[in-house]
């Protein structure tokens, strides 16, 4: 079982004005698809409270898999792409690609995500959407493919040629 944190980037919801209700979502998904939830946090719409949030957890070894929600679009304030970027060691580009594609089969809108994921040494970063069916819609298309990924991120013996997991 894969330990995952979920991290939700909202300035409404870090003050208190509004539940969130993307970060409980994909923190049930994962928990559906066997994750441990870990950890669940949020924080403003502020790069270096981001970039520190994602440091702290990638980098305490209690997480193989940080999932962010919130800050991909294009407001100005949305800046989670750019922290995500600021704090990998590699990018993992096909994982927002395939995001975007499936995304794009539901609505044209799918263009407009600037997402990024990549890997902070055991740790692989994935940025969603802020909205719950977005978020649900994107992390859906990359979810069977993630145990696989970490797989091979641990450094265990893993068969890339097979398809069943």
Do not use: W
């Amino acid at each position: 079982m894969y330990h995952a944190a979920v991290l939700t980037v909202s300035d409404r919801g870090f003050r208190g004005e509004r539940s969130d209700e993307g970060g409980p979502l994909v923190a049930e998904l994962l928990k559906n698809a066997g994750y441990h939830v870990a950890v669940t946090a949020i924080v403003p719409d502020e790069q270096a409270q981001i970039e520190e949030k994602l440091r702290e957890i990638a980098d305490s070894g209690e997480v193989q898999l940080l999932v962010t929600t919130g800050g991909t679009g294009f407001a100005p304030r949305d800046v989670t792409p750019e922290a995500t970027l600021a704090v990998c060691d590699r990018l993992t580009p096909g994982i927002p690609e395939a995001m975007r594609y499936a995304s794009l089969q539901v609505t044209p809108r799918a263009m407009l995500s600037r997402a990024q994921a990549g890997i902070r040494k055991g740790t692989l970063i994935i940025n969603l959407p802020g909205s719950p069916k977005a978020a649900r819609e994107n992390l859906d298309a990359v979810l069977p493919s993630l145990s696989h990924g970490l797989e091979m991120l641990s450094g265990r013996p893993s068969d890339c040629a097979r398809l069943d997991g």
